[in-house]
């Protein structure tokens, strides 16, 4: 490897508000945590591995990734998320990035199902800021 490792924790509390034909029977929580890196030839990887609980169930997910720079601003990556309970099955598929300031990310992604009970396709936007 070529650096220090990174991580992050990620920690989603939901709380059963709003009205009764929207609102949650149970309260929703997830965590989470990365750690990411680089290899000598400078692409990054990451691996995730989280567990969620909320009205459709529980389960973990495990995705590991691998990122290419292109400049200092943008980048792109593929990933492959492997899933339990009511996160099962195997998705892969890959994204974007964009860095305009060095604690700002912002990103998109699309995943193809091709295992288990996961979704046809799943997709998804992003925003990560940094506190340092």
Same mark, same amino acid.
Request: aromatic share 10%.
């Given at each position: 490897?070529? %650096?220090?490792?990174?991580?992050?924790?990620?920690?989603? &509390?939901?709380?059963?508000?709003? /009205?009764?034909?929207?609102?949650?029977?149970?309260?929703?929580?997830?965590? +989470?945590?990365?750690?990411?890196?680089?290899?000598?030839?400078?692409?990054? =990887? /990451?691996?995730?591995?989280?567990?969620?609980?909320?009205?459709?169930?529980?389960?973990?997910?495990?995705?590991?990734?691998?990122?290419?720079?292109?400049?200092?601003? =943008?980048? /792109? &990556?593929?990933?492959?998320?492997?899933?339990? +309970?009511?996160?099962?099955?195997?998705?892969?598929?890959? +994204?974007?990035?964009?860095?305009?300031? /060095?604690?700002?990310?912002?990103?998109?992604?699309?995943?193809?199902?091709?295992?288990?009970?996961?979704?046809?396709?799943? %997709?998804?936007?992003?925003?990560?800021?940094?506190?340092?």
């Amino acid at each position: 490897m070529a %650096g220090d490792l990174d991580w992050a924790l990620l920690a989603q &509390y939901g709380l059963r508000t709003g /009205s009764a034909e929207l609102r949650p029977q149970r309260r929703a929580y997830s965590l +989470g945590a990365t750690v990411a890196g680089e290899t000598a030839t400078g692409r990054g =990887f /990451s691996v995730f591995s989280g567990y969620a609980r909320d009205d459709t169930g529980r389960g973990w997910q495990l995705a590991p990734s691998l990122e290419w720079h292109a400049g200092d601003a =943008f980048g /792109s &990556y593929v990933e492959a998320v492997l899933g339990s +309970g009511n996160e099962r099955g195997l998705r892969a598929g890959g +994204g974007m990035t964009w860095q305009p300031r /060095s604690t700002v990310q912002l990103d998109v992604s699309l995943l193809r199902g091709i295992g288990g009970d996961a979704p046809d396709w799943t %997709g998804g936007v992003g925003l990560s800021v940094g506190l340092r």
